[in-house]
């Protein structure tokens, strides 16, 4: 299948909620009282995380998605992934995606490191069959031996990384979407979920990817779209350098 | 995915679901004891639907207990990864048919023990089962999407659930009650979940009107879930 992603004139707001305006209580005394107590609750700030995006990305393309916190890269991402709907314009999507934004979505700490691999896999969408034949793989990779029959909890922090990265790596997805991921474990871990990631990369019809770092963006992307304040820019491989420099 | 959930859940303790029944059956013994000396009722007729009373509101309230927070608890699931919303529930409520059907027993144990006849009527029990988990379904939901939005629901519905258990025939039946109680006993959607369920397994035909109750329930209770879920799905990533 040719993996390709369209939005047209996507907007994607969303609420954010106070203590206040969360309290089904506070929100009743504001009806009861019209309004005088507790306005405050009624108060819903709406935040435009995404302003009338226009773009295509086709098979074969990396996108690294730049710019400041809070300028809508995750939101871009969750949106790509079908996660958020946008208010306003549409997003078409073909192909199976995979995403690693938060690693380790549906980590149960009471299960072993095996359940938690039949687990989040079964979560990213794969079958018994492609689990089975995912395990030795991720055996291997993690080097976790005979800890992935513990509970998950009586992991470091440094192997919980191990698996999660593991697992969140054994899809063979159409589309990919990344957000800044590299930088985690000690540095012979990192070296070889380098080679892992770009593995993955270079096997996946569409990639994109969100960093600070434009280092990283530059080396494995060929498309950039720059964010600021919820607009998206495309830019050139030398804009990016230029601003590296 | 429910089913490995609950699968991985069940192999990590076997005598997990095990405690369930034994502190169920310590309960219904205690109760059942105490309450018919104090009512001055045959104990071989109150035990046994005591035990169906007190198993079926465990099922009950667990669920509505749990599905408050059943959105929230997964946002990290939400949030990262684009599933069907209504796992979440679903999940849930076979979590606890699962409890279910390890509590249930000792309704049939309780039978057996003090005598009391099994008709064929409780097969009956069975379509009335699958029309309280759907409306169970619809109630897990509904509570689930307002769970997410309002977080004090859950301390509200934590303070309820305990007391609705003596407004609901848990312990009693309501015919037991004078005619006009009865009548608001019957608007009780929990009372008409147990009872269209008792009355099949203690070999009685379920009444008419109860079976009507607990139909317009769905369709009603449901319609409107479904509506609401329909129109606020797309915002609950947003609220978790």
Redesign the interface.
Known sequence: MTAHIKFDDVTVQ??I?N?RS????N?LVRISTGGHIESDAKHVQIVTALKNANFEIKEGDSVGLIGHNGAGKSTML?TM?????PVQGRVTRKGR?A?M??L???M?P??SGY?NI??MS???GLNKNDIAANIKDIEEFTELGNFLQLPVRTYSAGMATRLMFAVATSTKPDILLVDEMFGTGDAEFQAKARERMINLIRSVGIFVFASHSLEIVRQYCNRFFHLEHGAVREITREDVEAKLD | ?AW??IR?RY??SVLGPGWITISTAIGVTGLGFVWSYLFKIDRASYVPLLTVGLVLWQFISGCINEAVSVFTRQA????????PLSVHPAQLLLRHIINLAHTLPLFFIVSLILGQPLSLEAFWAIPDFVLVVLNMFWMALLVGI?GA?????EY?IGMIMPMMMFFTPVMYRPNALPPLMQKFMWLNPFGDMIEIIRYPLLGETVPTHLLLMNVAMLVVGGGATLALFNAKR??I???V
Request: hydrophobic share 40%; charged share 25%.
């Open positions: 969303y609420p909620y203590s969360m309290s089904l209580r929100h969750r992934a079908g996660v958020y709907t995606v995403t934004l938060d380790g979505a549906g149960d009471e299960l359940e039949t687990r079964m979560l990213l | 995915m490995s959930d991985a192999k990590r990290n699931i939400i949030r990262n990864l684009s599933l307002l939005r309002f977080r004090d629901l509200l797309n915002r990533a947003f609220w």
